[in-house]
């Protein structure tokens, strides 16, 4: 089974009109009768009518649901799905090598590029030493520290978003957790060569922003990215997360795609299939590359002084506010 496959039967529960049809549709593909080729044809339609239905209005809680599907792609899937000669590194030559963040050298499309993204890991004891993709300190030194390796071979840098937020336990801390990111933020606003950055799942707090600094940001269409998780906010609001706060924290926190392409906070929004990217990793991951692909080869003809001040000025931009004129 493949990294993007496990996990795939989970249902959410607004997609359960769905489960039974595509049980009837599991069986019938199993049989491989050709006589019954109509009664599947039909049963697919109907499959794809209430995934249109179902995904139509989610709602800022649904959307955080579909961002954590156990079967959603991570940043592995996409590197084997659209990167060619990938050359992981590991490290970041002062601790250990941190598995919550991936980074290497590969080929997307044209491009010769460093990836950089966060890692959940599938299996139980993958997600264990990924910390559910929640990095340590040593896993943004090492980002940035192939970042700048980047930098100096002229490379552009493509980083993946995935992570609720950094890791905040005591090791970390005393590892210096705040002070990683920090010089992350100000090394990446500064670096002398494209960044592109996709939020793929997860965008929580300083740890997506860690590796996020770029000139051009996008989110998948089911994406969240936000300054805190909803059940964070909703912790610090109501005293309790749970089933009655977490929408009404994820609706206050405008954490939606579409919600941060309107603010101002990201540039694009990436569609995804009918139903998810977790139901069809590959035309996700096209569609991925294809907008990477389409920034880098805009952001390459750009140079470097000029790209540099755009990006700490796009960054500069964000929360500011015109006051309304009186009267």
């Known amino acids: 089974m493949s990294r993007a496959a496990a996990g795939a039967i989970a249902m959410l529960d ?72 990938f050359s992981q590194l590991h490290g970041d030559r002062r601790f250990a090598d941190d598995p919550a963040i991936v980074t290497g050298f590969a080929r997307l499309g044209p491009y010769k590029v ?44 493509v980083t993946f978003v995935d992570t609720p937020g950094a890791y905040p336990g005591i090791d970390s801390e005393q590892r210096g957790q ?25 965008g929580g707090s300083g740890g997506a922003l860690g590796i996020a600094v770029a000139d051009r940001v996008a989110m998948l269409e089911h994406a969240w990215y936000s300054v805190i998780s909803p059940e964070g906010c909703a912790a610090i609001l109501w005293k309790s997360a749970n089933e009655k706060t977490n929408p009404l ?23 995804e299939p009918l ?25 390459t003809q750009v140079p470097l002084d000029d790209l540099v001040k755009s990006r700490y000025e796009k960054f500069r931009r964000i929360g500011s506010v015109r006051p309304s004129p009186v009267g």
């Open 14 to 85: 607004f997609e359960q009109p769905v489960a039974e049809i595509e049980r009837q549709i599991a069986e019938l593909q199993a049989r491989g009768a050709g006589e019954e080729r109509g009664e599947l044809e039909t049963l697919q339609a109907t499959r794809a009518a209430l995934l249109a239905k179902a995904y139509s209005d989610l709602t800022p809680w649904q959307t955080v649901r579909v961002a954590r599907h156990p079967a959603r792609p991570q940043t592995l899937d996409y590197i084997d799905l659209i990167c060619r000669d």
């Open 114 to 157: 460093l990836v950089v993204g966060h890692q959940k890991g599938r299996t139980t004891p993958e997600r264990i030493a990924c910390r559910f993709g929640c990095a340590n300190p040593e896993g943004y030194r090492k980002a940035l520290l192939k970042m700048k390796l980047a930098e100096k071979f002229r490379r552009p840098v």
């Open 178 to 202: 705040a002070e990683a990111i920090a010089v992350n933020l100000r090394e990446m606003s500064r670096l002398r060569t494209p960044i592109v950055t996709v939020v793929i799942g997860e």
């Open 249 to 271: 924290a994820a609706k206050a926190l405008a954490l939606t795609a579409k919600e941060n392409l309107r603010n101002g906070l990201i540039d694009a929004v990436v569609a």
């Open 275 to 299: 139903g998810g990217a977790h139901r069809d990793p590959k035309a996700t991951a096209a569609a991925v590359q294809g907008w990477i692909v389409e920034q880098l080869r805009t952001l």
